[in-house]
């Protein structure tokens, strides 16, 4: 996937958005998608992404395979849940 049109955008739009380390979220990228495709296999539901269940880092990384995938056919449909504000709860 990392060598895919496009993929190397979407990677440095996520890094810059969330002040990330590119190396940080590429080292989580390749686990991220070898667990969720795993998990999304035959799965037609719709993926809910919490940043409070994971790291800044896997949330880019997730969110960048996410956005990849969605240029393919019959893409996993996913929202991304950001942390809640506390004033608000």
Known sequence: ??????FEEIL?????TRKLVPSDVLHCIYGAYHTYSE???GNS???VLRCGDHSPN???AL????R???MWGDPIT???VPFADPVSV
């Open 45 to 47: 539901g719709h993926l």
């Open 1 to 6: 996937m990392t060598k895919m049109v496009g």
């Open 12 to 16: 440095q739009e996520e890094i810059a």
């Open 58 to 60: 896997q949330m880019a």
């Open 68 to 70: 990849m995938q969605s």
């Open 39 to 41: 998990i999304a296999h």
């Open 63 to 66: 969110v960048v395979v996410l």
């Open 78 to 80: 996913w929202t991304e």
